[in-house]
């Protein structure tokens, strides 16, 4: 299974952007999914995490700006992200998990995109 994250940028701070994850099957409606970032000198954190009946999971650092979401007929995956702050600065990575529960330990995730940077400037 092959995941393709796109969708990153440069944007200033206070705006939105739109990742998406294709998949080259339908894992996105079939697994548990997440989008992880990792800034310079940081460990990989997950951001955002879905289940295959779209409950989500959202870090306090980007809960109630951030929305995860699914398209089950196109197999995609997206993440929502509002009011960016300079600290948001990362490279994106979207995962699939063999589970179709939501996962939020990043060690259950075996399938990865190979990562999309967002440079939020302030």
């Known amino acids: 299974v092959q995941l393709q994250a796109s969708g990153g940028g440069l944007v200033q701070a206070g705006g939105s952007l739109r990742l998406s994850c294709a998949s080259s099957?339908?894992?996105?409606?079939?697994?548990?999914m997440g989008w992880f970032r990792q800034a310079p000198g940081k460990e990989r954190e997950l951001v955002a995490a879905?289940?295959?009946?779209?409950?989500?999971h959202y870090s306090d650092a980007v809960k109630g700006r951030f929305t995860i979401s699914r398209d089950v007929t196109k197999g995609t995956v997206y993440l929502q992200m509002n009011e960016l702050k300079s600290e948001d600065t990362a490279v994106y990575y979207c995962?699939?998990?063999?589970?179709?529960?939501?996962?939020?330990?990043?060690?259950?995730?075996?399938?990865w995109g190979q990562g999309t940077l967002v440079t939020v400037s302030s």
């Open positions: 879905i289940g295959w009946s779209s409950n989500t």
């Open positions: 099957r339908r894992t996105s409606s079939n697994n548990g």
């Open positions: 995962a699939a998990a063999r589970s179709s529960f939501l996962v939020t330990d990043r060690s259950l995730y075996v399938n």
